[in-house]
Every structure is written in C-alpha cells, then in structure tokens.
C-alpha cells in the first residue's frame, strides 16, 4: 500500500528554495571575471628570454643578410666585366688603364676619371664618360653614384654624401670620383715603383693577355689617414660590423691593427667573379705595415696601399 507523509509547515518550508538576488554576491560575480596578471618577476622572465633568443638569432640574421649583399656585390662586379669587354671589343681590345694622380706616376685603384679626354695625360685612364655607354651608373649631371657603382653593403647616401662634397666641389679640378670599387686594369702602364711583389703577373695587363684580376672590393690602407694619422686607417665594404671608409667622421671608421673585413669581391679578365674570404688572405695582420707585406699589392712608399 502506498504511505503518504502528513503535511506540516516545517516540511513545506524544507521542500521550498528561496531565490536571493545576486547583488547581494558581489564578491563571487566579480571572481567569475576576474583574470590572473603576470607578476613582476613572471614578466622579467619572459623579457629575458625574448632578449635571449634575440642574441642568438641576431648575429645569424645579420650574416644571412650579408651573405645576400655580398651576392649581389658580386653580381655588380660581373656587370661591370660585361660593360669593360663591350668596351673592349669597340677599341682595338685594349681596356683603360689605372688612374695616376698627385704628383705624376702614382696609380689609385680607387678613383675614376670623369673624362679621360679632358687633359692629354689622362688619355686612356679608367674613365665614366668613356664606361658610361655600357655601364649606367654615373648620374654625372645630378652628381649622384648609385646602381652597380656602389656595394650594397656600403650605405648609398653617405657614400654619395663623400662624393659630392669632395669630389664633385672641394676637388672637382681633379676631376675624379673616389667609389668603393678598385680597378686594376692596365697594369703594364703602371710604374713599376708602385707594383709590389709580383702584382704585374697577377693584375689584368692593357690588352687582357692572361685572365689577370681585373677589378675587386676595395680593401685600402691610408697611414696618414685624418683625423688621426698617427693610427692609420682602413677601406673595405664587407665586414662583420659592416663596411670602413676613412677620410670623414661621418663615415665608418676601422682604426685596428688588422682589417675587420669578411673578404672581398674579385672580377678577373675572363669574366669570372669570385669570392675571396678573410681566411684566405694569408698575411692579413702584416697589411698594417706593407714593407713587411709579402704578397702583391699596390703601394706608394709606406702609406697608400691596395691590396686584393
């Protein structure tokens, strides 16, 4: 049989639920939202870290981006081969010579005339006007040097900075350009005073006899270099902390023993570019000192020397 459970008012009042409202819960609606923030020392934690992996893959970053520079540096000098050999082809297979300048004989890899026509003893020197047909590059009318002209690694604008104030103005008489390329082509018109250690069997000659080095990176020592000639300073456009060139204290300075260079860029006279590492120049440390120097370059007396 079925029991039944005699009815009272304390049973009811067991059986019934009392529904409060939930302003009179603040504390567990808030809790509902609330979120955990990162403590001081958590934080401190996660910025270490970050700044951890940033040192480590920096370095990595930077070399991949160089590699890529030097790439396209070596893709520059090729273009310069192909401009000479047109050039070449178009004046009796001769390529231009090394430009002399201050006080007679003495040969800069490193410049380049504006017009080797200008002045009778300039004929025949490396020259823009004569290049210009087959290399674009020498905006001589805005005076600006830009394109293949210049290395990627070298920044444009302080280059061109250089260029315009000493080159275009301070020296514009002198009619040439300092750019961070060297060209060696033309050794045999060279005076042999200047030429150390074999270089002549090593550089193009005028006539391209052997597959000589044509043009490359620059990689220069001036020992009277201003503003500190006691010192000495580099040019070169790859380095691990990027690229040198002396003269101006708003350009990159190298004042060290030996060259901070990663190696440079080599146009020999067949067309061929190569790439010439730090390791491989084997007497870099004696660069400083260039009688001590027992490899080919090209010097004047104990200051002013290319090395390739």
């Not at 192909?82 to 430009?99: D, F, P, Q, T, W």
């Not at 490193?110 to 087959?134: C, H, L, S």
């Not at 080095?213 to 990027?242: E, Q, T, V």
């Amino acid at each position: 049989m079925f029991a039944f459970e005699a009815w009272s008012p304390r049973s009811a009042a067991q059986g019934r639920r009392t529904l409060r409202p939930s302003s009179e819960f603040p504390h567990r609606r808030a809790a509902g939202r609330r979120h955990r923030a990162f403590t001081l020392v958590e934080l401190l934690v996660v910025i270490a870290i970050l700044a951890l992996l940033v040192a480590i893959v920096s370095p990595s970053f930077r070399r991949v981006v160089e590699l890529g520079r030097i790439a396209v540096c070596g893709s520059n000098l090729h273009q310069y081969g192909v401009g000479i050999h047109n050039y070449r082809a178009e004046s009796n297979l001769r390529i231009m010579k090394i430009v002399h300048q201050w006080g007679g004989p003495r040969p800069y890899p490193d410049y380049i005339r504006f017009d080797n026509t200008a002045k009778p003893e300039w004929a025949g020197e490396w020259a823009v006007k004569q290049i210009r047909p087959y290399i674009k590059s020498f905006e001589m009318e805005s005076e600006y040097v830009g394109g293949i002209a210049v290395c990627p690694s070298v920044d444009v604008n302080l280059m061109n900075r250089f260029i315009r104030e000493r080159n275009f103005h301070a020296l514009r008489s002198c009619q040439f350009i300092e750019f961070p390329y060297v060209y060696w082509g033309g050794i045999d018109h060279v005076n042999a005073a200047y030429i150390r250690n074999g270089a002549d069997e090593e550089l193009a000659d005028s006539l391209l006899r052997r597959p000589g080095l044509l043009m490359s990176d620059i990689l220069y020592f001036d020992a009277s270099d201003w503003p500190k000639p006691w010192l000495g300073a580099w040019r070169y456009n790859h380095g691990p902390r990027g690229w040198a060139f002396n003269e101006e204290t708003y350009l990159p300075q190298d004042f060290g023993d030996v060259p901070n260079t990663s190696g440079t860029n080599q146009l020999f006279g067949d067309g061929s570019v190569r790439w010439k590492a730090r390791g491989q120049f084997e007497h870099l440390y004696l660069m400083q000192t260039p009688a001590a120097y027992p490899d080919g370059f090209i010097g004047h007396s104990s200051q002013d020397s290319f090395y390739y």
